[in-house]
């Protein structure tokens, strides 16, 4: 219980959630006019007297070093301001990688025990990577909203399994059913900044505006977060809130208005090695790490900036200057929304916490960053080639660009650590800069808090300032303990005890355990070896680092064998505590077959309908690596065909079928590099008519190309090759829409508004396997029965 609000005699207990109701006991009269009529008033739940409004601010792959609060080169006036007028926490923590971050500092456990050791689209059936939080560990929102908080979240949701992203739920694990009354953002791992694939609640809405417009999600979410708090406070001025802010900023890909990359322009010039030099420099000065703190050691695997080629370097460099004017512009939204608490009063009494990245910078780029960043992905770096990537500087940050800095940078980013996102056993993956900010509970001004701190610990510590007990009950089930500890006793003592003592990290197989200022890691699988053959768990090498080691740059597993074998114990202690074992760094766990999740659409056909839309890929049969069909039935006004039929993805990757100038047209797009058309003979005639493309894939391995041939009423009328294909997704955010193509156009034959078919699409059936010419009219029957 925090000791600025417990609760009294007459609050209810707690413990049990809902808060059961309390039966009326008195004198029940025969008519209501009886004088002894008298009923006690409905009292509207609120929390314990005292408890503050709650800001949770979660950035997206910051490293340590890159906000200016934290010794950065980037500018970040609000979270310095905020950290001026409260705590920084120089030993803050998360797991590594997003969507366990997000879980584990929602839940107040770790991220393993609540299912999510990788991020959902690598969920297995193991129970701790199966992307299901276990119903007896209530997230902090749910807890707060049946104590009589509103809730809200804005932005990023990776916590979503993906077999339930679809149109038709289930529901349970979105926002809205996880304890916030209110959300408004995106489902999944990143997002287009200029066309996001937008939800509010569990219905799909569109943009208001485009880019062109001015349209950037950041914005938007800024907007709608500051809208929400004005009206709960106007409405409900008695009732606190909990918010939670997470923009998909500074994730890939790198969009900003170029005027804010521009306000960095030769700041980089340098490269990313005497950057890391001056960022330690400034880290020191201003005490947010240690006096002694090294520089770790440049890892062996990435080029040195003296080895880019002189004509790449200004390329490399327009990278880091868009990632900076990015992460600046985030900081200036996340400013607005800290004036807007500021002009309603209630700044003071509203405890923010200000995370500076839910894991390290992302190392997914390249070594000569990307123009796409789902080449990466896709394990096609051979599409960025240097030529391609330098013909394109002046595309980085904007619609044309989903751009991503070199590998260079995040370690840069990172400084003074090793590593990066992913590499959950060190540092440069695992710590973040965190500020706390609440005049009317934290004394200190500008001081620095360097007790050892995780994600898991905010949940109880919310809990504790709020003077709400961890529930035992939650929805008639028992819940198991928060295993993060309160930092309650921080706010007001630097010197206060370390209660943090241990902590273990693992995401794929790269493993850590943190024990009373010790730390024993393994790297397993780094980002630019991703491709690579993975040596075994047990050939892995650990590294020891001692209490006075503040980077983790001093190795003493030589010297002391015996501590790191104590350590190393420690860690598989903790691992089976947690359901970390069994130990997954399975590449292939991307595909569903072989992972053994769960999938919302089997067999080898599909039935889509008029009107179906913002269908993710988890929602939709897989047509990559394969020979395919697909089949619509249309009804063409006198007037000519056009118009999307159907389309999956978007500018960055995907497929359309859909007419122009009254022909049928297909397009394939390969990850915004390569677009191949073909397109019929003849018109479409008006009236009642299938169409249908057949894609006959040439085998032989992943990604192969293969023969697509159109057809109208059975009859041949086009054919053309498609040399490549993705191998492993189309998008990551981008959906597939029946009648038009939502988000950003997967054909640049049309506009990202406007292109829906202007007769009726009355379906459409996918099916896989071989194909051939014959159109077997009752194809959809069969299939649909």
């Known amino acids: 219980m925090s000791k600025n609000s417990k609760l009294t005699k007459s609050e209810p207990g707690r413990e049990v959630l809902p808060i059961p109701d309390k039966p009326y006991t008195g004198l029940t009269t025969y008519t209501a006019q009886d004088p002894d009529t008298n009923f006690p008033q409905y009292e509207p739940l609120r929390p314990p007297k005292g408890a503050p409004n709650v800001l949770i601010i979660l950035l997206d792959d910051v490293g340590f070093g890159a906000s200016s609060a934290f010794g950065g080169p980037v500018n970040t006036p609000t979270a310095e301001r905020l950290a001026n007028n409260g705590l920084k926490y120089a030993r803050f923590h998360t797991t590594a990688i997003c969507a366990p971050t997000r879980q584990a500092m929602l839940t107040g456990r770790n991220h393993h025990s609540v299912g999510m050791g990788i991020i959902t ?19 902090l929102p749910e807890i707060l909203k049946l104590n009589g908080y509103s809730t809200a979240q804005f932005g990023k949701c990776h916590e979503v399994p993906p077999w339930e992203t679809s149109p038709m739920g289930p529901f349970d694990r979105w926002p809205t059913n996880s304890g916030f009354e209110y959300f408004y953002g995106f489902i999944a791992g990143e997002t287009n900044q200029y066309y996001p694939a937008l939800y509010k609640g569990t219905t799909p809405v569109e943009q208001e505006k485009l880019p062109e417009e001015g349209y950037h999600f950041t914005e938007d979410i800024t907007n709608r977060a500051i809208k929400w708090i004005r009206q709960q406070k106007s409405l409900m001025p008695d009732k606190p809130f909990f918010v939670y802010f997470a923009p998909g900023a500074t994730h890939a890909p790198h969009h900003v208005p170029k005027e804010w990359a521009d306000k960095y322009i030769g700041k980089f010039n340098q490269g990313y090695e005497k950057l890391r030099e001056e960022t330690l420099a400034r880290q020191k000065a201003l005490g947010v790490v240690s006096p002694d703190c090294e520089l770790t050691s440049w890892n062996k695997d990435i080029p040195h900036w003296e080895e880019i080629p002189d004509d790449m370097k200004p390329v490399l460099a327009r990278q880091m200057e868009v990632y900076a004017g990015f992460l600046e512009h985030t900081d200036y939204h996340i400013g607005r929304l800290v004036d807007a608490l500021e002009d309603l009063a209630i700044l003071d009494e509203t405890l923010i916490f200000y995370i500076i990245g839910d894991n390290g910078a992302s190392a997914e780029g390249n070594f000569n960053g990307a123009l796409q960043e789902l080449t990466f992905h896709n394990a096609r770096p051979d599409l960025e080639t240097p030529e391609i990537v330098k013909a394109r500087i002046n595309d980085f940050g904007t619609p044309r660009a989903y751009n991503h800095y070199a590998i260079g940078w995040a370690m840069a980013m990172n400084t003074p650590y090793q590593y990066s996102k992913v590499v959950a056993s060190h540092w440069g993956g695992t710590r973040n800069g965190a500020v706390v900010h609440w005049p009317r509970g934290i004394q200190a001004k500008s001081e620095i808090r360097n007790q050892f701190t995780h994600v898991v610990d905010i949940a109880p510590t919310v809990l504790e300032v709020a003077g709400i007990p961890e529930p035992t009950q939650v929805h008639g089930i028992t819940q198991s303990p928060m295993e993060g500890v309160s930092i309650y006793s921080t706010f007001s003592d630097a010197d206060a005890a370390e209660c943090h003592e241990t902590q273990y ?55 002391k064998p015996e501590e790191l074998e104590h350590l190393k114990r420690l860690w598989m202690i903790e691992a089976a505590k947690h359901n970390v074992l069994p130990l997954d760094d399975r590449l292939e766990r991307i595909n569903a077959d072989l992972a053994g999740r769960p999938q919302l659409i089997r067999g080898k056909s599909q039935i889509l309908f008029s009107g179906m839309g913002r269908l993710t890929e988890h929602a939709m049969i897989n047509v990559k690596n394969k020979s395919h069909s697909v089949t619509a039935d249309l009804l063409v006004p006198e007037s000519g065909a056009k118009g999307v039929i159907i389309a999956q993805g978007g500018m960055w990757g995907g497929w359309s079928l859909y007419a122009k100038d009254g022909k049928l047209r297909y397009c394939y797009n390969l990850l915004g590099h390569k677009n191949w058309f073909v397109e019929s003979e003849q018109s479409i005639p008006a009236g009642s008519h299938q169409v249908r493309m057949e894609f006959n894939y040439d085998g032989g391995g992943v990604g192969k190309g293969g023969l697509a041939t159109l057809f ?74």
Not at 121 to 139: D, F, L, V, W
């Open 505 to 559: 990290f693992e995401v794929s197989g790269n493993r850590g355990i943190y024990h009373k200022g010790w730390s024993a890691v393994t790297p397993h699988a780094v980002p630019w070896r991703a491709h690579l053959e993975l040596v075994p768990f047990d050939e892995d090498v650990w590294e020891l680092y001692g209490p006075d080691d503040w980077s983790q740059a001093r190795n003493l597993a030589g010297e």
């Open 712 to 785: 109208i009423d059975g009859q041949k009328v086009g054919s053309g090759r498609v040399e490549e294909t993705h191998s492993l997704g189309f998008s990551a955010d981008e959906t597939c829409d029946v009648g038009k193509d939502a988000g950003s156009p997967v054909s640049p034959d049309y506009d990202p508004r406007g292109n829906e078919f202007n007769g009726e699409v009355n379906w459409v059936q996918i099916d896989l396997g071989h194909v051939n010419s014959s159109f077997p009219s009752s194809i959809f029957i069969l299939a649909f029965f």
């Open 121 to 139: 689209e690598m969920a297995t059936s193991a129970p701790g990577y199966n992307a299901i939080r276990p119903n007896n560990k209530a997230p």
